[in-house]
């Protein structure tokens, strides 16, 4: 019952969102039509559907209704009331489900805006936007429905299916499967969301870009209007990328936090163009610049983000053992075939439109500097790309299967980051139009003056790889500079207000969140360098078997195996708990518990480390169980990473500055709006 | 991108923007082409089941004794190829029946042939030895016998009448009555 | 090491598994310590560079399948033998396939996977430099001061004016 309530909520969606889509287009030429504000009230509508779908999804999870095949294989008895709620995205149809609620929910935002100012770019924008959400909840229609229920059929046989097969019953299953248990942890359960909620968001400005394009704008209002849409996507997106790292670290059990793993990359991709567009708007809304950098930009971002939930979903990425495919792969690749080319049309129209207002004058000027942002960005881009790419280039044309693993990435992608981390440090004092080079060495000299020193206190500690001292040099280069531009601007506050130091860094800030907001942020950026830098170059490991009372040595620590115990648990799991004690330099610092989890309804282990962490390194322990475990006898592997703290720390900081930056201001009503035209502006098209 | 157009009055500049654009266009609509190409093809390939029908791809296998079996020197005989491992829980649940209808069969002149997935050597040994069997069996080298046949895992069995065609197609661990039920269809006809 | 998934990688692996038709990660006890038997950190040193013949994306030295296990084996049963780290790669290429290496091999018909990245970085560079290079020769820099479309909050204009001015 509760099922076919809720897959009529999403059939009503899909028309809803279709209804919308078609009639904006019709009436796109003339938007002050009475009926864009029906296509309108048709896409807000989507959201209420969709929040009754997903609720009765969630209800029938939590209440153990396994006569839904979705529900069984995603949760089980055993499972607490949390956990089956967040089965939710546990599996593919739920969680298309959930993406296309979220979507539905910034759709539903961007609707109940005031649109008076941007009537005529309002019908694209509703028309880009419900028509990915036609497509994704479509796609729960047509091909993945969370809904289905199972059937026995007179001869026995268990089908899957929407309406009943003839002559079958309702087949209610005694428990389910149960969900992955590597899903069964706090990281895991947000990490999609987060990722999710930073995926679907990029739809927003996309569309208004493609509105821009449609009606022949050239200016900057979709960059201005969507701009918070677009940082609190990035936020998330960040967010995601984060959370999923660190429960990498945390639970998968292989002493890092990121494998370059298609999968990841994937997701990473749509990062970097989504930085690289934060960062050229900021030309185009200066100076008229990069209007078709931040149009390819835009829409290679959301085309990425369709692109690795494609692949992602559709088992293109994986080898001879993917699973039998529903129809969803050859959907998205028409999706994606239509998009990009509707996408290409529009852009390549507009190219004359969109040429610059003024020209570069130098390189070493703040747009010179940021034209080689985007070029990096790019460049790291197509780098991930190609080795995304190429092992189905291999297969497909010498038959042969090849593996791109992490040494590609690294060589390929360090050095560029590393250019990224040197501009992250000058470009913030390049001044507009010109700098020249005397001009910066005046003002970076300070800062990069004292930032010499850490390289140099890591040759005293015996660093001696040139790559980990340059790398660390412009870290704190970058670090320098960052704290030097929230000194010079307090400094040029406090003279004009005569306000203490601290007073003028806090109005500082509030008055110019944007600018100084992107420092914290920055700031954040470097922390993390600190700790991949460590953990990247740095990490060392051992393992060793040992009975209780013997010990294993890394570095400066020493750890001690005392005892293990098995157990059962309530939720169908068994344990597998050593104890050991963790020395540093002869001195006790820690007793750590890694162990293995055993969930019996899936027949699936989980190894979770012991850890130990200070800001100096980590130390990871695992207990393997490449030889039996007892008392006897353990195997452990330890991991020394050291510096890895400085990730999540910068982390942190990171998620802080983005939430500076993005913060409303209270001075103007419609933030960002310029209150007056000035006469000059050439921009604005009527 | 961030250039606007020379205007030199009368001249037309070799290689004008225009035509520039529309050489950097045609570049953009090939490479994306190419790409869509490229995951269409991956595409297709993955949405193709097992090999149910149609020639059966051909190889040689090298047993573990050395000698070479290629498939389509056998045209005119019925040949099972079993793909399996030593690591397979499931394999062992079929190899006693595969050796007993090879047994049977192979004075029908029917060949059976052992594909080794990914397997280290001492192992298949070992498993060999344990159930016993005495028909072909040999590594596959680099995986492209388990390639060519496009399999998801193991045990699979594939069945290939005389003619060269796949006539049966078993996915998962088999028994003594499926296999001869097969062998006895394809032999009588 | 610096490994991680996310869940759909993880499905892939699991079903994987499942699909191999329920591997046991049951423990082995074949390996009995011995006096000069290669130790786990050569054994994980080696492993580490290679990947799991049968799941996709999984480094040898953190897969958890009793195949994986057998694949260690192998490798110290190698070790043992003296054999190095190359000669290992080079017989787990030849038995496996390519794919079981961390990155496509330099030689053959891969050569076009390295040489792609940095012809393409060196020839876009090429042309961008070009570009800029032509525009900035063409016109010389002008004098007056930066146009702020869009910005007409007189706080920041003149942020920016005493920041230019600040030593």
């Known amino acids: 019952m509760l099922a076919d309530f809720g897959f009529t909520a999403i059939c009503l969606a899909l028309l809803c969102s279709t209804y919308a889509a078609v009639l904006s287009l019709a009436v796109a030429r003339s938007p002050q039509h009475r009926w864009l504000a029906s296509a309108r009230n048709a896409a807000i509508a989507v959201w209420p559907l969709l929040t009754l779908a997903c609720f009765c999804l969630t209800y029938m999870i939590i209440n153990e209704h396994f006569e839904l095949e979705y529900v069984s294989r995603v949760s089980s008895r055993a499972m607490p009331w949390y956990l089956k709620a967040t089965a939710l995205w546990g599996g593919q149809a739920g969680s298309l489900l959930f993406w296309s609620w979220l979507m539905s929910t910034y759709a539903a935002l961007v609707m109940l805006r005031d649109w008076r100012h941007e009537r005529d770019m309002q019908p694209y924008v509703i028309a880009a936007t419900m028509a990915t959400l036609a497509f994704f909840v479509g796609l729960n229609v047509l091909v993945e429905n969370p809904f289905t229920k199972l059937w026995i059929d007179q001869f026995g046989q268990i089908r899957a299916g929407f309406l009943a097969p003839p002559g079958a019953q309702l087949f209610t299953p005694i428990d389910g499967q149960g969900l992955n248990p590597l899903l069964r942890h706090p990281g895991m359960i947000i990490h999609p969301p987060m990722l999710y909620l930073g995926f679907v968001g990029f739809v927003i400005p996309y569309s208004f870009a493609i509105a821009a394009l449609a009606v022949g704008r ?469 | 991108m961030t250039h606007t157009a020379p205007r030199i009055a009368g001249t037309v500049p070799e290689g004008t923007p225009a035509a520039r654009k529309r050489w950097g266009q045609l570049a953009v609509w090939g490479l994306f082409a190419t790409l869509m190409i490229l995951v269409g093809i991956k595409l297709y390939q993955i949405t193709l089941g097992p090999i149910s029908s149609g020639r059966a791809p051909d190889f040689t296998l090298t047993t573990f004794d050395g000698e070479n079996y290629t498939l389509s020197d056998y045209v005119g005989q019925v040949i099972v190829i079993n793909f399996w491992a030593s690591w397979c829980g499931p394999c062992e649940l079929e190899a006693a029946d595969l050796e007993q209808a090879w047994r049977n069969y192979r004075k029908h002149d029917v060949l059976f042939l052992g594909i080794d997935y990914v397997d280290t050597e001492n192992e298949a040994q070992a498993y060999l030895q344990k159930w016993d069997v005495t028909y072909p069996n040999g590594a596959d080298l680099r995986t492209a016998i388990s390639q060519a046949y496009r399999i998801r895992g193991v045990p699979e069995t594939y069945i290939v009448a005389q003619d060269g065609t796949v006539a049966f197609t078993i996915i998962g661990p088999t028994d003594y009555t499926k296999l001869t039920a097969a062998l006895d269809s394809l032999l009588n006809e | 090491m610096k490994h991680g998934l996310n869940s759909w990688s993880i499905f892939r692996t699991l079903e994987c598994a499942a699909l191999i038709l329920l591997t046991t990660f049951s423990s082995f006890g074949e390996t009995l310590a011995q006096d000069n038997q290669p130790t786990d950190d050569e054994v994980n040193a080696i492993a580490k560079q290679l990947y799991c013949p049968v799941c996709e994306n999984v480094p040898l030295d953190v897969c958890g399948t009793r195949a994986c296990a057998q694949w260690r084996d192998n490798i110290r049963e190698k070790l043992a033998d003296g054999w190095n780290a190359d000669q290992i790669k080079q017989y787990f290429s030849d038995q496996y396939g390519v794919r079981v290496l961390a990155q496509p091999p330099t030689q053959g018909v891969n050569s076009l996977f390295w040489a792609l990245p940095p012809f393409a970085i060196v020839v876009s560079w090429f042309f961008m430099l070009r570009l800029i290079d032509n525009l900035t020769r063409k016109r010389p820099s002008g004098s007056h001061s930066v146009i702020n479309l869009g910005d007409t909050d007189d706080y920041k204009t003149r942020l920016e004016r005493d920041l230019e001015q600040w030593r």
């Not at chain 1, 852009?347 to 570069?360: C, D, K, P, T, V």
């Not at chain 1, 020193?453 to 040139?466: D, E, F, I, M, R």
């Not at chain 1, 790398?471 to 406090?494: H, N």
């Not at chain 1, 989890?597 to 800001?615: A, E, H, K, R």
Request: aromatic share 14%; hydrophobic share 50%.
């Open chain 1, 218 to 686: 050239n200016d900057s209002v979709w960059i201005r209007v969507s701009r918070r849409w677009t940082l609190v996507s990035w936020l998330f997106l960040s967010l995601g990328l984060l959370l999923g790292g660190r429960w990498a670290y945390d639970v998968l059990g292989w002493g890092g936090y990121w494998g370059w793993d298609p999968v990841e990359i994937a997701a990473f991709m749509p990062w970097l163009t989504s930085t690289a567009f934060l960062h050229s708007v900021m030309i185009q809304e200066k100076r008229g610049m990069f209007k078709r950098w931040n149009m390819i930009l835009i829409i290679l971002t959301y085309a990425l983000v369709i692109f690795g939930t494609f692949l992602t979903r559709s088992g293109v990425l994986s080898s001879v053992h993917a699973f039998a495919q529903s129809a969803i792969g050859p959907l998205f690749f028409i999706f994606i075939g239509i998009t990009f080319t509707i996408s290409l049309i529009l852009l390549f129209r507009g190219w004359e439109r969109l040429q610059s207002e003024n020209i570069l004058n130098s390189w070493l000027s703040r747009e010179g500097l940021f034209l080689l942002n985007n070029l990096l960005f790019m460049g790291i881009l197509l780098s991930c790309f190609w080795g995304v790419i190429y092992p189905i280039i291999s297969e497909l044309t010498t038959g042969q299967k090849v593996t791109v693993g992490p040494p590609y990435y690294e060589r390929t992608t360090g050095p560029q980051f590393a250019a990224l981390l040197l501009l992250m440090g000058v470009a913030p004092i390049a001044a507009w139009r010109v700098t020249t080079a005397r001009r910066l060495g005046r003002i970076i000299w300070k800062p990069t003056a004292f930032s010499l020193l850490s390289p140099l206190y890591g040759l005293a500690n015996g660093v001696t790889n040139t790559v980990a001292l340059l790398s660390i040099w412009l870290a704190s280069l970058v670090f320098c500079v960052t704290l030097y531009e929230f000194y010079r601007g307090a400094s040029v506050r406090r003279k004009s207000t005569g306000e203490n130091l601290f007073k003028a860094l806090w109005d500082l800030i509030a008055r110019n969140r944007r600018r100084y907001g992107g420092y914290v942020i920055h700031l954040g950026v470097i922390f993390m360098a600190v700790g991949i830098i460590g953990i990247e170059m740095f990490q060392t490991e051992t393992q060793g078997t040992i009975a209780s009372g013997e010990q294993l040595k890394l570095g400066d620590y020493i750890m001690i195996y005392n005892d293990t115990v098995e157990f059962p648990t309530e939720d169908n799991r068994i344990i597998t708990r050593a104890t050991v004690s963790v020395y540093k330099d002869g001195e006790f610092v820690a007793e750590l518990h890694p162990r293995r989890d055993f969930y019996v309804d899936s027949q699936q282990p989980m190894t979770i480390p012991g850890l130990y962490s200070t800001l100096e390194s980590d130390f990871y322990v695992l207990l393997i169980n490449w030889k039996p475990i007892s008392k006897q006898g353990a195997t452990f592997k330890i991991y020394l990473n050291p510096l890895v703290s400085w990730l999540w720390f910068g982390g942190f900081v990171f998620i802080l500055g983005t939430l500076i930056a993005a913060w409303p201001d209270n001075n103007n009503p419609r933030s960002g709006q310029p209150k007056a035209l000035p006469a000059n502006r050439s921009a604005r098209v009527a």
